[in-house]
């Protein structure tokens, strides 16, 4: 048996746990230190009499204690003495970011509890002001429209690559990125990228980063889906070795952290460090969750130590659910064979996209049935596709038990247990409509007075919210844009076809919020 496996079997299968901590104690080697779960085992044995009111759980409801565990209750303390305070890092806490720093590559690591969301406004509301420009994909996540709006400034919007077959949007073409940067985007202040994608596709930002810089831009990532990148190198390559100035990444969403728990890192000069700490005091709370900070110093101690063997034992067994995914009819999962495409440098293999297209079915109705009938959770699902993210906590058992479901799901269809609502929804997707003008910032256009108005007379208006259809999953809309005649007939269009939409709040878009005309 190999190192990967019997830490897997130990660790992850059989959740068999051992006294990690007089392993740490003895350790010499400093990544494979935990200083803040080091602090939180010598506060265990402190009488209390300071917030949390559960007082280390002897106050809590016994419901809580056994469902939350008497574990959680006792190491949920706060910043006292001994226990370092986020806001001004100087003990276990500087310590845990620092090696963070050295695991990452990084030069500063900040320990975020409010998200890779909180990560990304940090970084932005660090580098940006009121009026600035920043160059950004159109199909952000709705964390950078929240950091552009926080920030007043400006976005250039570049177009994502687009697969029609799978639906989804790929990255940003390098060729699209300097186009821009040499003119609507010349005197933008920064340039701000989501790499990988949602589905694990990535570019290589290298030559993106020295052009960037060459011109005096600062180079933002939001890396939510690539915390893992830069301990296997069968993965993209991470953004700070790419040569970004700053990344955030989701620590829970691919790695073992807790949800919410996300770093955020920095590198080089470009980002002013006093600057970057005012921008994380003011949008972190002054009471963080030290299960959080814990979580992401141990995370952080699981990469460096054993992300390699861990990550050998995830990808091999996405490459098993890939293969047996292949080779049921009516199922693809795209491979390596999409690297090389416009948009698409690298694979992320732990992420599975399952396309359920030829089938006729929904990737909604596949997640569903996988759901409902097998008892099986993907990470999500949209027109054509659902995606599985696999994980080292994942066993061979559960990618069995998938491929099964898979199966299932397959001949439900061809038994007429699963109506084929994809050939019902499918008509032709009309083409994306231009890019509109950009009238007010999304700042001004969300601050402005606003009304509700029909979407037939809403040509010529300025929309003050955001509209994003599924599938392309690009906004058609964002806050202070023009809508155009172009856009009413789209949008008249998509509401007839029964496509996800996301944004507006009248999600029938009979209406749409436009800013008061005074
Ligand atoms: C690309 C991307 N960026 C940012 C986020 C925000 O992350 P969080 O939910 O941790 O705030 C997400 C969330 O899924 C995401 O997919």
């Known amino acids: 048996m190999n190192v990967t496996s019997e830490y897997v079997e130990k660790n992850v299968n059989t959740h068999e746990t051992k006294d990690i901590l007089s392993v740490v104690k003895q350790a010499s080697l400093a990544q494979e230190r935990t200083p803040v779960i080091e602090a939180l ?37 706060t910043g006292v003495p001994g226990m370092d305070d986020l806001h001004e890092p100087h003990g276990c806490i500087k310590e845990a970011q620092d090696l963070a720093a050295q695991a990452f590559g990084a030069d500063s690591t900040y320990f975020v509890v409010n998200g890779t969301s909180g990560a990304i406004q940090t970084m932005v509301l660090a580098t940006l002001d009121d009026g600035d420009t920043v160059v950004i994909p159109r199909n ?126 920095v590198k080089g000069t470009r980002i002013d460090r006093a600057r970057l700490k005012a921008a994380f005091q003011y949008l972190t709370t002054t009471s963080p969750s030290y299960l959080l900070m814990a979580s992401l ?65 929904t990737g909604y109705q596949a997640e569903k049935f996988l759901r409902s009938k097998k008892g099986i959770q993907v990470e999500m699902s949209d027109l054509y596709n659902v995606l599985v993210i696999v994980s080292f906590g994942n066993s061979p058992q559960d990618i069995t038990l998938l491929l099964d479901g898979l199966k299932s799901l397959v001949d439900a269809v061809h038994h007429g247990e699963l109506p084929k609502d994809l050939l019902a929804a499918q008509k032709s997707i009309p083409a994306l409509p231009p890019i509109p003008e950009m009238a007010l910032s999304p700042r001004r ?9 029909r979407l037939e007379e809403a040509g010529g208006r300025i929309s003050s919210e955001v509209v994003t259809v599924y599938p392309p999953g690009i906004p058609i809309l964002y806050p202070g844009e023009v809508i155009t005649r172009e856009t009413v007939a789209y949008l008249n269009i998509i509401k007839k076809l029964a496509f996800g939409i996301s944004g507006p709040e009248d999600r029938t878009l009979t209406t749409l919020r436009v800013v008061k005309e005074m």
């Not at 085992?41 to 008497?70: N, Q």
Request: proline share 5%; aromatic share 8%; hydrophobic share 45%.
């Open 297 to 361: 110093d141990a995370a952080r101690r699981q990469m460096a130590l054993y992300g390699k063997d861990l990550l050998d034992y995830a990808i091999n067994l996405a490459g098993v659910l890939r293969e047996g995914v292949n080779r049921i009819p009516g199922l693809y999962a795209f491979g390596d064979e999409v690297t090389g495409k416009p948009g698409v440098d690298f694979l992320d293999p732990t992420k599975v996209t399952i396309t359920v297209r030829e089938l006729g079915i």
């Open 445 to 453: 256009a969300v601050e402005s007075p606003w009304e509700r108005i």
């Open 140 to 265: 952000i996540h709705k964390s950078i429209l929240a950091a552009i709006i926080l920030s007043g400034a400006r976005p250039v919007f570049v177009l994502p690559c687009y697969d029609e077959y799978l639906g989804f949007a790929l990255g940003v073409e390098e060729k699209s990125l300097l186009e821009c940067l040499k003119g609507e985007g010349k005197d933008a202040k920064a340039v701000l990228l989501v790499n990988p994608t949602y589905y694990g596709t990535a570019v290589d930002l290298s030559s993106l980063a020295s052009f960037a810089h060459s011109c005096g831009k600062v180079l933002l990532v939001d890396e939510a889906h690539g915390p893992h990148f830069r301990f296997h190198p069968a993965l993209p390559k991470p953004a700070l070795d790419s040569g970004a100035d700053a990344a955030a990444q989701g620590a829970h969403k691919i790695i073992g952290a807790f949800t919410q728990a996300s770093f955020l890192h």
């Open 41 to 77: 085992a010598a506060y265990s044995k402190v009488t209390r009499f300071h917030m949390p009111g559960h007082r280390g759980g002897r106050g809590a409801d016994p419901i809580a204690l056994s469902v939350l565990g008497e574990q959680s209750y006792l190491n949920d303390v």
